[in-house]
């Protein structure tokens, strides 16, 4: 049905790093989304209300919030959808996560409702009554949550969407909290122990566990989270594979939503190959990340001396004495002054997020493990943090 709906609604589906070919899924999940919702949302509250069942009734609200946020991701691809313009140099495409933010408060704010509402029927029960059509309806929304939830995952995952994937974990806590709702009816039917409000009030939490989530989903890009270890992996492996390239380091990524990342990097090359050469690697380099992997990449040259053996020797001994320290510092940025009464060692080392040590200790440990092997050596150390996340263990 998915493919279906895919074939027939979106034009060249399978290019799903156009912007336009991404916000056409952006639409169509939203749409679909709206048209399930609002008809689950009607014949629950109907439902609730005719036969009086609180948790029913709060489930039809659930489906009221999940038609809203639909609403909200079809406007949040639509207005992420905008080209740039002055004001707004790399794109609107961050208006996605802004409009799950939303979708998020909102979803908190009727969980709480929900949950008032639940606290109620708990201290002023009222018998509710069973009904087959309120079976049937809530037989009929399961099915539906259930098609939903794998419908936005698999949308969510082609075009790689962090809504709509929290769209589809709503679908499919939806399908727990709704066949929640069934059995309470079945038991209260079957023993007369009124369970309603405790149902609604379990509905209700549940609701609110899923905007406490989506909230952090959608605040963590906006507030600049590291991209992902497969990434930057994935980017390193990539600059590296080309000939003359002999490093890298100070990756910096930045994500101004889907389909709008840009990155800079310091690329290292022999000092000795010729200018020319070395730029026009970079060049390629550059446009081959844009059009293999949608990457914007800037990338600062680097030219690093590896004919000087005396250099070398210091270089290695340096690492080797920063490696000693720990093995998640690292040393890029090397070069040597020579003079006649000392040597200065000018590097930058990168340290991780909450270390241990400060960078004032550690500037003690190393220039100690440095004089430790010559006197006359003296350190002149950057620190820099990584912006970039852990690579993924083996």
């Known amino acids: 049905m998915t493919n279906l709906l895919i074939r027939i609604f979106i034009r060249n589906g399978e ?13 169509l999940a939203g749409s679909v989304g709206i048209l399930a919702n609002l008809l689950l949302c009607g014949m629950k509250i109907c439902a609730g209300w005719l036969f009086g069942s609180i948790s029913v009734l709060a489930d039809g609200v659930n489906n009221l919030s999940d038609a809203g946020t639909s609403l909200l991701t079809l406007v949040g691809f639509k207005l992420s959808g905008k080209p740039a313009d002055e004001k ?3 794109g609107h495409a961050r208006m996605e996560y802004i409009t799950g933010f939303i979708i998020s408060f909102l979803i908190l704010f009727l969980g709480f409702e929900l949950g008032v509402s639940s606290l109620e029927k ?20 399961i099915l539906i949550k259930l098609w939903l939830g794998l419908f936005n995952r698999k949308m969510g995952k082609k075009i790689s969407s962090l809504t709509l994937a929290a769209a589809a974990s709503d679908s499919f806590n939806d ?33 609110l566990v899923s905007g406490i989530r989506m909230a952090i989903d959608t605040a963590n890009p906006l507030l600049g989270a590291a991209p992902s270890g497969e990434l930057v992996s994935q980017l390193e492996q990539k600059i590296l594979s080309y000939e003359g390239v002999i490093g890298l380091h100070d990756l910096t990524v930045h994500d101004y939503g889907p389909e709008r990342c840009f990155a800079s990097v310091h690329v290292e090359v022999p000092a000795a190959q010729d200018i020319l050469e070395s730029h026009d690697i970079i060049d390629q380099i550059e446009m081959d990340c844009k059009k293999e992997m949608g990457l914007n990449l800037v990338i600062h040259l680097d030219p690093v001396i590896t004919d000087n053996e005396e250099v070398t020797r210091l270089k290695n001994m340096t690492a080797e004495i920063v490696a000693g320290i720990s093995h998640q510092l ?7 002054v020579f003079g006649q009464t000392h040597t200065n060692l000018v590097f930058d080392v990168c340290v991780p997020h909450r270390f241990a040590l400060t960078d004032k200790e550690l500037s003690g440990l190393i220039g100690a493990g440095l004089k430790s092997r010559d006197p006359l050596l003296f350190a002149v150390i950057t620190f820099d943090r990584s912006y970039v996340a852990p690579k993924p263990t083996v």
């Open 175 to 207: 399908v727990i909290s709704t066949a929640a709702v069934l059995v309470t009816l079945l038991v209260s039917r079957l023993t007369g122990f009124e369970l309603d409000g405790y149902v609604g009030l379990a509905v209700a939490a549940l609701i």
């Open 122 to 141: 708990i201290f002023s029960p009222e018998k509710s009554q069973f009904s087959l059509i309120t079976v049937a309806i809530l037989i009929l929304s």
């Open 330 to 336: 690292s040393i890029h940025d090397f070069r040597v």
């Open 15 to 27: 290019q799903t790093t156009d912007p336009a070919v991404r916000e056409k899924y952006g639409k």
């Open 88 to 90: 707004h140099p790399f």
